[in-house]
């Protein structure tokens, strides 16, 4: 079983930084790649980004662009994301899953997922 969590979420100014986490115990699982995920209220899931732990590539969203960075620490398995210049929009519930294709912004190819975290970014 592949367990995944999620911690650094919380309630900030526009404009402040956080950086989010994302453990995960995945011991079973051969090769796997990782991606970060976001939902807000009464709004569809959407893509922000993801790493490939090998080739260390990665993909986002053109609405954090330039602002979020991810990142993995392949010893720790644990992967982050740090968030920049954060706006009132980018409120959601932030969630890690684990994908054991290539990276991907469809959220069908993440098999595991965590049960995330709040982010509230206040104007």
């Known amino acids: 079983q592949v367990q995944l969590v999620e911690s650094g979420g919380g309630l900030v100014q526009a404009g402040d930084s956080l950086r989010l986490s994302c453990a995960t115990s995945?011991?079973?699982?051969?090769?796997?790649?990782m991606g970060w995920f976001r939902q807000a209220p009464g709004k569809e899931r959407e893509f922000v980004a993801a790493?490939?732990?090998?080739?260390?590539?990665?993909l986002y969203a053109e609405p954090v662009k330039g602002r979020f960075t991810v990142s993995t620490d392949n010893a720790k398995k644990t992967v982050f994301l740090q968030m920049n210049s954060l706006k009132p929009e980018d409120t959601a519930v932030y969630y890690c899953?684990?994908?054991?294709?290539?990276?991907?912004?469809?959220?069908?190819?993440?098999?595991?997922w965590g049960p995330g975290t709040q982010v509230s970014v206040s104007s």
């Open positions: 995945a011991r079973t699982v051969g090769n796997y790649n």
């Open positions: 899953a684990l994908t054991l294709f290539e990276i991907s912004a469809l959220d069908t190819t993440y098999r595991y």
């Open positions: 790493v490939s732990r090998s080739a260390g590539r990665t």
